[in-house]
């Protein structure tokens, strides 16, 4: 017999254990993996999301590696501090990969406090393409001369590519990983979610419009530019403006729709 609560999923409550900023950050989380698999973004129990605790700014909490995007909760994320130390522990842990890409961000930008990396089969098409990401949408647009680019090193196990992961990064909030996918960080989590989702939008549209073999067409860069500052955090004088909270309700009015097991 236990002596520590359980959830319905099994995994030993933590919420006494944690503060109630880190609990309702562990919610949010949550939120944002159930989301990603409502969407379809699931690729088996691989990629991960990870949000900084705002009254812990060395600590982050990040997916287990063994479980799905649906199986994840408010108890049973990890959390680690930037040094890769476990600060509770826990059934499962995550792996090498998906510390040291969320570690290493957060880490660096004191400005992120929310990683998403994803092998969506737009953004890692995209990935891989010479030219990178076009133009072409006003989706696309919105990260007009904001992103960054990072040369395929190979299974991102080693501290030593960190570094040239965050400089590659530099200050955008997105950022190609040739040959494997997307990193987009935010200063909240709808923030990065909703820069995700039109970054991921941008992606589809390109290769839509790539495989009808027909020429493409990118605006002028200065209709370009004028079009990403049309968006609140791109805004002179707005850049501390959060963005994404309306779609993101939105989204957990959805999958509370269908299970709030995550919850605990």
Known sequence: MTTEAQTRSGAPDIRDRVSKTEWKTRVTLAQLYRIAAYQGLEDLTYNHFAARVPDAPDHFLIKPTALLFSEVTASNLCCYDLDG????ETEHTSSPAGFLIHASVLDARADVNATIHLHT?????????????MFISQASMRFYGKIGYHRYEGLVHRDEECP?????LADNKV?????HGTLVTGRSIPECYLLHHFLERACQIQIAAMSTGAKLTEPPAEDCRKLRLGWAENRPGNENELVGDRDWAAMVRAIDRLDTGYRE
């Open 175 to 179: 950022c190609f990983l040739e040959n």
């Open 85 to 88: 130390n476990l600060v509770y």
């Open 164 to 168: 040239r992961l965050v400089r590659d």
């Open 121 to 133: 089969t737009p953004g890692a098409a995209v990935s891989a393409l010479e030219g990178g990401l």
